[in-house]
């Protein structure tokens, strides 16, 4: 079983919204902090925004007041509400625990935002 799934990715318009989810397959999820990740053509993996096990959250500046990351213990999902999309928020998003482990890192959901 694939711990973790990630969907939700698309092509957008710029200014436009996208929300992805992240379903999880993994024991004491409500434990397990967890985070947003995206990887850019060319570029390095980075985190985006994290939610630890009492819903503090954080995000990385270049996506500050544009994105919302949320979670359902109950439904051992993570999602990432998306508005404002700019071109350079193209990449594929994943999701994992926070810190990442390597053996959970999926496929990732592609986001493409056109200008």
């Known amino acids: 079983q694939v711990p973790l799934v990630e969907s939700g990715g698309g092509l957008v318009q710029a200014g436009g919204s996208l929300r992805l989810s992240c379903v999880a397959s993994?024991?004491?999820?409500?434990?397990?902090?967890m985070g947003w990740y995206r990887q850019a053509p060319g570029k390095q993996r980075e985190l985006v925004a994290t939610i630890s096990t009492n819903d503090n959250r954080n995000y990385a500046s270049s996506v500050k007041g544009r994105f919302t990351i949320s979670r359902d213990n109950a439904e051992k999902t993570v999602t990432l509400q998306m508005n404002s999309l700019k071109p350079e928020d193209t990449a594929v998003y994943y999701c994992?625990?926070?810190?990442?482990?390597?053996?959970?890192w999926g496929q990732g959901t592609q986001v493409t935002v056109s200008s």
């Open positions: 994992n625990k926070s810190p990442p482990l390597r053996i959970y």
């Open positions: 993994v024991s004491h999820f409500s434990l397990t902090p």
